[in-house]
């Protein structure tokens, strides 16, 4: 400001262009109020603008999401006799395409070209940038076309900006093919490049293809980025290749790439799903003692992986470790627990658990209680279960047809039909459709309970319900 106020107060005044310099610094210093705040005083003391001076004006409104000013001001321009520049409509285009008006900036585009302004490179890669924003490929690949057919060439940051779209699109083939394409003009890809495609090819299962692309990238002397390392030990890890994965972060290391916790993540989940959990935990270990500490999901993979190896009381102690070191446990790491104990056979502690979940905060979701809800009733805590059940009702969370088959299957198989009867009952007036499973579940109970006629109501609702396995339950009951 004291540079600005002692320009204003000079005698003969600077010229625009100098004034043009000290608004440049400050938009670099994205002080974008003050130059529009400045850019007014300037006018007051009696100094024109320029082209120059009214495109940063123009920039920075678009910068504040005031592109409609922005707009104003390339009327001013237009207005004052001056020409406005391809830079010009290009920082206006980039506004429209950052407040997400992608029509009007192909409007924009359509008129700098009809005033004879030839856009460059940075225009088209702001408009394709813009178009890539809200998924139109068809007309992205048409404007790549042109450019070609009016001779400019598209760079490599046009080339990426397409393939990173097309790949999440999924479409990966036309990536690709794009990819293929843009080698073929010789410009050389980038680690962006890559990254883009082998996320893109991971995503579709194209494991040999995502891990080929690494190989290239190492003919080519291009260093693969974090991203870059963790997709591919993503790929190894579910193509159950842990041992390589291993190598892939070994290799990462001493090139330099440092892991971060989500790397290490999906190295301990790969373990996990083969059921090493003792790997895990030293993969879990490393992570910790090169200063990167695990976040919840971390906790929750180690916490999953002891349950699923039926080591219970660790995964109990890693969940109170993750709480010890001011971690709050998710939903996620909640029901992963509360499923492990019930699959031990230990309900009770599921319940407590389950309490405990509620008391701090974490609202149980449709998973939760369905986890706790199979757990009781095929352990016989049936008035445990039903009390739960009423409890999940009252919460605001509906029951859904796994729910009710769950409750309905518990009943049916401590012989509480006439409770089992009550349920399916209930379906109908919660506007659920019995599926197969439920229906067979309930003809099946109703059926030992000797109430035929029951039966058949339910096998005529199947009927009416057009489930496919009607006659099959039916005649597999006839016996009772």
Not at 141 to 167: Q, S
Not at 422 to 442: C, I, R
Request: some cysteine; overall charge neutral; glycine content about 8%.
């Amino acid at each position: 400001m004291s540079a600005f106020n002692h320009m204003v107060n000079t005698n003969p005044l600077p010229s625009i262009v100098e004034f043009g310099e000290l608004f440049s610094a400050l938009v670099r210093m994205k002080h974008y109020k003050t130059v529009v705040s400045l850019s007014k005083q300037m006018e007051m003391a009696g100094i024109s603008h320029d082209v120059l001076s009214l495109t940063i004006l123009i920039n920075c409104f678009c910068r504040l999401c005031h592109v409609d000013y922005g707009f104003s001001v390339l009327g001013k321009i237009i207005k004052l006799g001056l020409e406005p520049n391809v830079i010009t409509f290009s920082t206006l285009i980039n506004g429209f395409c950052i407040e997400g008006k992608i029509g009007r900036a192909i409007e924009l585009f359509d008129v700098m070209v009809a005033r004879g302004c030839k856009p460059n490179v940075h225009s088209y890669s702001i408009i394709i940038k813009g178009l890539c924003r809200v998924g139109k490929t068809t007309e992205v690949i048409k404007l790549l076309e042109h450019m070609k057919v009016v001779g400019c060439e598209p760079d490599v940051v046009i080339y990426n900006t397409i393939v990173d779209r097309l790949c999440k699109d999924r479409l990966v083939n036309e990536a690709v093919h794009i990819f293929c394409k843009m080698k073929g003009t010789g410009i050389l890809p980038t680690v962006v490049t890559y990254t883009s495609l082998i996320h893109g090819l991971r995503n579709l299962g194209r494991w040999k293809e995502a891990f080929g692309l690494l190989n290239e990238m190492k003919g080519g002397n291009i260093m693969p980025d974090l991203v870059a390392f963790s997709v591919l030990i993503d790929i190894m890890c579910k193509e159950g290749e842990v041992s390589e994965a291993r190598v892939i972060l070994k290799t990462m290391t001493e090139m330099g790439v440092e892991p971060d916790v989500a790397t290490y993540n999906t190295l301990m989940n790969g373990y996990c799903l083969r059921m090493e959990v003792v790997e895990a935990r030293k993969v879990f270990e490393v992570m910790i003692s090169k200063g990167r500490m695990p976040d919840v999901f971390s906790f929750s993979i180690l916490v999953n992986g002891y349950c699923k190896a039926k080591r219970i009381d660790e995964a109990k102690q890693l969940f109170d470790e993750m709480t010890h070191r001011g971690l709050i446990p998710d939903t996620v790491s909640y029901n992963t627990l509360i499923s492990g104990l019930c699959q031990a056979r230990r309900p009770l502690e599921a319940e407590e658990l389950f309490k405990d979940m509620h008391s701090n905060g974490y609202p149980p979701n449709l998973v939760t209680y369905s986890i706790l809800l199979d757990c009781l009733s095929k352990q016989g805590y049936l008035d445990q279960a039903m009390g739960l059940f009423r409890a999940m009702e009252n919460s605001g969370l509906k029951p859904d047809l796994v729910t009710y088959n769950i409750m309905i299957d518990g009943m049916c198989k401590y012989g509480k039909f006439k409770d089992a009867r009550e349920l399916f009952a209930e379906l109908s007036v919660k506007g659920l459709q019995p599926n197969n499973w439920v229906s067979t579940t309930t003809i099946d109970g109703v059926c030992k309970e000797g109430l035929l006629d029951e039966a058949h109501k339910a096998f005529r609702q199947m009927e009416k319900d057009d489930c496919s396995t009607a006659q099959g339950c039916i005649s597999g009951r006839a016996t009772y």
